[in-house]
């Protein structure tokens, strides 16, 4: 058998490296780790960009060229254009025709002239009434001509953008295929409509009418948008004239729309639009402060544009519910601002799409959170931080190279248990399962031939890191330093004390809780009220589920207690406290005192009435009291556990 090679062509290599995303992570790691939640750090990193070797732009960049666009459309010129271009011909044509009556003496060319001076002041009006006018100069004729040329071209090519070209040279035989046209396109929408329409019939209608349609559309919903796009546009260049433009052009296009034998199929095609694209900004009306007038067709298409640039701004922005990179129209990106912008704009969406297929990010009705692994990353990087900080290097940061809540091995080996997570013991587990087999053959290993390496026994601690989560620490900007505070600690715990069981705590008028996945996405509770009462409740309760475990009980606060828990369950609030919160918080304090669990806590504000507080506290229970700022609140927190871990 032979065999050949070849470029893999099903779809993505499956031997590439995985897309680069560790840059883009850090980034948004360095936003959470400054107190911004997940959601605003990947809308930043998105709108900041991803400069390095191919400088890409970001959604900032692209949204700023979509307002230069915008500004530029609206400078472009005025909107009247059109009626402004058929008052010239028209004046053109009577002068014409007046220059050729004034040398005839005759009754009939005084009638003539008469007739002239009484047409109506609007230009459709006049249009109309010179309609059935039998002109006497040829010239005169010909600039009436050239004039509803003029109008069919434009009425018909701001609802079709390639009826300008297939107009250019009117003939009844063209006007007569524009006809087909609209009977054949309403028929399909109403078959349509009835579910009775297939793809074969819109690929015969293209096959058949192709060239009118530049936009090239696919497939009759993307017809249908263009054209609903375009109507919309109309409309809207309608509401943005005068009331005295806007009813003498209405005037125009109803008159040249039934000169052409196209006002029913017209009325009909946009009575099917508006039913299917109601969404769409039907009478809104743009201003223009532009000097060139623009013809009709000119306006509609800038209008039509504005409206996907309004469109564009919008979904670049990102600012609204559930909002994604895949929101954003490429294709409209590309009639904006080119080839380059979608570039641009891929590189971004594969960073979003990237960060979710490898694990680090995830959408749960709507909202952006980081997944453990990524959470378990960011930990560890303001754990370097911190250790980075300490005076001295890498105080206390020592590898812990066993598993579970094992120490130094001791040589010796017991079989495996279910839950054990101490190293198995290779060669001896290899041995049994030769014993077994009576040394001949194969060896097949069974669960009873696993053994594990005995180790000494380490102590473990019952961790508790209180958390203030008030609006307070907001305000004074100590907030950020929390929130990495307790990512550090809960990464050293995880990699250096895996025996230990760490629970950290958030409190401000209630406390609760604080899983590990849910760090990166904390933010500030924007309530009233100090509740270390509640905190310490729960804090009691993780202790007392590990009554072997040492007690380390953490407390960062920037404010002494304003609130205390009721017997029903309610949080009370006072400020300044009542006696009821400070003595049932110092109550809660003693239990602790009891359990034999030391509470050090770290002052964020250097506030006298806080001071007196933690003094009662250290008097009390013996705890220390540190009095630090944000900047130093990790090295502090950090620095104090590794103490404490060592003298256990």
Not at 124 to 150: K, N, P, V
Not at 295 to 303: C, P, T
Not at 528 to 540: D, E, F, R, S, Y
Request: net charge negative; aromatic share 6%.
């Amino acid at each position: 058998m032979s065999y050949r090679y070849g470029e893999y062509r099903d779809g993505p290599d499956p031997l590439a490296p995985p897309y680069d995303v560790r840059s883009a992570l850090d980034r948004m790691g360095d936003a959470v780790l400054s107190g911004s939640n997940p959601a605003h750090a990947l809308r930043d990193l998105l709108r900041e960009g991803l400069p390095g070797a191919e400088n890409r732009r970001g959604l900032e960049d692209l949204l700023r060229e979509v307002r230069r666009r915008r500004r530029e459309l609206r400078e472009r010129g005025r909107l009247d254009g059109t009626l402004e271009r058929a008052r010239t011909l028209l004046d053109k044509a009577i002068g014409q025709e007046r220059a050729e009556l004034f040398p005839d003496p005759s009754d009939d060319a005084r009638l003539r002239e008469a007739e002239l001076a009484a047409l109506p002041d609007d230009t459709a009006s006049a249009i109309r009434e010179l309609g059935e006018y039998r002109w006497r100069s040829a010239a005169a004729q010909r600039t009436f001509e050239e004039l509803r040329d003029l109008l069919r071209r434009e009425v018909l090519d701001s609802q079709f953008r390639g009826m300008r070209q297939a107009l250019e040279n009117p003939d009844p035989a063209a006007m007569e295929r524009v006809r087909e046209m609209m009977t054949d396109l309403n028929d399909m929408l109403d078959r349509d409509a009835r579910g009775e329409h297939t793809q074969a019939d819109f690929e015969r209608f293209m096959e058949k009418y192709g060239d009118m349609f530049p936009e090239a559309p696919r497939n009759l919903e993307e017809l249908v948008d263009t054209l609903a796009r375009r109507a919309a546009a109309t409309q809207r260049l309608l509401a943005s004239l005068t009331p005295a433009q806007r009813e003498e052009l209405d005037a125009l296009i109803g008159q040249t729309l039934q000169q052409a034998g196209l006002d029913e199929q017209m009325r009909r095609l946009g009575e099917s639009l508006y039913a299917r694209r109601p969404d769409l900004s039907w009478n809104t009306p743009e201003r223009f402060g532009g000097e060139e007038p623009m013809g009709m067709s000119d306006a509609v298409g800038a209008l039509d544009e504005l409206a996907d640039l309004t469109q564009l701004e919008s979904a670049l922005r990102q600012d609204y519910p559930g909002a994604r990179m895949d929101d954003i129209d490429e294709d409209a990106i590309r009639r904006a601002l080119g080839r380059s912008a979608v570039d641009d704009l891929e590189a971004l969406k594969r960073v979003e799409r990237e960060l979710e297929a490898q694990g680090y990010l995830r959408r749960q009705r709507g909202k952006v959170e980081l997944t453990p692994k990524a959470v378990r990353r960011l930990g560890e990087t303001a754990l370097r931080r911190v250790f980075t900080s300490l005076e001295g290097g890498r105080r206390g940061d020592h590898d812990q190279v066993d598993a579970g809540s094992a120490g130094e091995l001791t040589g010796s080996s017991r079989p495996w248990r279910f839950g054990d997570e101490q190293p198995i013991d290779v060669v001896r587990t290899v041995v049994n399962g030769v014993r077994r087999g009576g040394g001949t053959g194969s060896v097949t290993l069974t669960v009873d031939d696993f053994e594990v390496a005995e180790t000494e026994r380490r102590t473990a601690a019952a961790v508790c890191l209180l958390v203030d989560l008030s609006y307070s620490m907001a305000l004074r900007g100590t907030w950020a330093a929390a929130k990495q505070t307790a990512m550090a600690l809960q990464a050293l715990v995880a990699s250096k004390f895996p025996q230990d069981s760490v629970q950290i705590i958030g409190f401000s008028n209630y406390a609760r809780v604080l899983q590990p996945d849910e760090l990166a996405g904390l933010e500030w509770d924007m309530v009233q009220g100090t509740n270390l009462h509640h905190a310490l409740l729960i804090a009691g309760r993780h202790l007392d589920r590990h009554p072997d475990f040492e007690p380390v009980v953490l407390v960062v606060t920037d404010g002494e207690p304003t609130a205390h828990l009721r017997r029903d369950g309610s949080a009370a609030f006072e400020w300044p406290p009542t006696s009821e919160t400070l003595e049932l918080t110092l109550a809660e304090v003693d239990k602790m005192t009891r359990r034999r669990a030391t509470l050090n806590v770290f002052m964020l504000a250097d506030d006298e009435r806080l001071r007196d507080f933690v003094d009662e506290v250290g008097r009390r229970n013996g705890g220390r009291v540190f009095s630090t700022g944000a900047d130093h609140l990790g090295e502090y927190v950090v620095s104090d556990f590794l103490r404490t871990r060592r003298s256990r």
